[in-house]
């Protein structure tokens, strides 16, 4: 099986502009989660999604969204980009069979930086 | 508020002996553990997982051990490779949310 996708895998921004970044679960996952990677805070969790639905949200401010198709595939959206944005942002897929906890794989990410 | 940590950033260790990285946490409804190896600029490669309800996982050179009463996971690698040199991350589980260590950072020596 293939891995989980993430594009772009690079991308530069300035501040005040938005971004979309996007997500290619493994297959047959239906289970995507996000989370923010920085030098400072480390690997923080955004949110997860689950049959096109958010079920759990991380800290993080409202500019941060995202959503899920029916296909499984995941976008997140970052809005009014601020410089502390810059990090590298993961995605994740799980099986999550029957709501039991499973192993979640990680794509490469997506290295953005907002200048 | 950080619910799992790794209190030792780094870890040096000779090739052929034990590897043994140590993590805590606070929140007891962790539900399953797992351990991550990750490179720069690289996605997190799962390595291995203990579920809450079990005290020791073993998968080939690498085996957890998870302490419910301390409230401490610990990962052993036997023996220790040039190649298992990499950051190496314990997450927690709970409400469909991994919550991370930040991080140990493993150099084997030939």
């Known amino acids: 099986k293939a891995g989980v996708t993430q594009t772009p895998r690079y991308l530069i921004k300035t501040r005040g502009q938005q971004v979309t970044l996007s997500c290619s679960p493994i297959?047959?996952?239906?289970?995507v989660s996000w989370y923010q990677q920085t030098p400072g805070q480390g690997l923080q969790f955004l949110f997860e999604y689950f049959s096109e639905t958010q079920r759990n949200k991380g800290n993080f401010p409202g500019r941060f969204s995202g959503r899920q198709f029916s296909n499984s595939r995941s976008e997140m959206n970052v809005s009014t980009l601020e410089l502390g944005d810059s990090a590298l942002y993961l995605c994740a897929s799980s099986s999550d069979l029957s709501g039991r906890a499973g192993t979640q794989y990680f794509g490469p990410g997506t290295r953005l930086t907002v200048l | 508020d950080q619910q799992v940590k790794q209190n030792s950033p780094s870890l040096s260790v000779q090739e052929g002996r034990i590897s043994i990285l140590n993590c805590d946490y606070t929140n007891s409804m962790f539900d399953y553990f797992l351990w991550y190896k990750k490179y720069p600029a690289e996605g997190p490669t799962f390595l291995i997982s203990?579920?809450?309800?079990?005290d020791k996982n073993e998968d080939g050179r690498f085996t957890v051990f998870l302490n419910k009463s301390a409230k401490h996971l610990s990962l052993h690698i036997v023996p220790s490779q040039p190649g298992d040199s990499a950051v190496y991350f314990c997450a927690a589980h709970w409400r469909s949310a991994l919550n991370f260590g930040k991080g140990t950072s493993l150099l084997v020596t030939p």
């Open positions: 297959s047959g996952h239906r289970s």
């Open positions: 203990i579920s809450s309800i079990k």
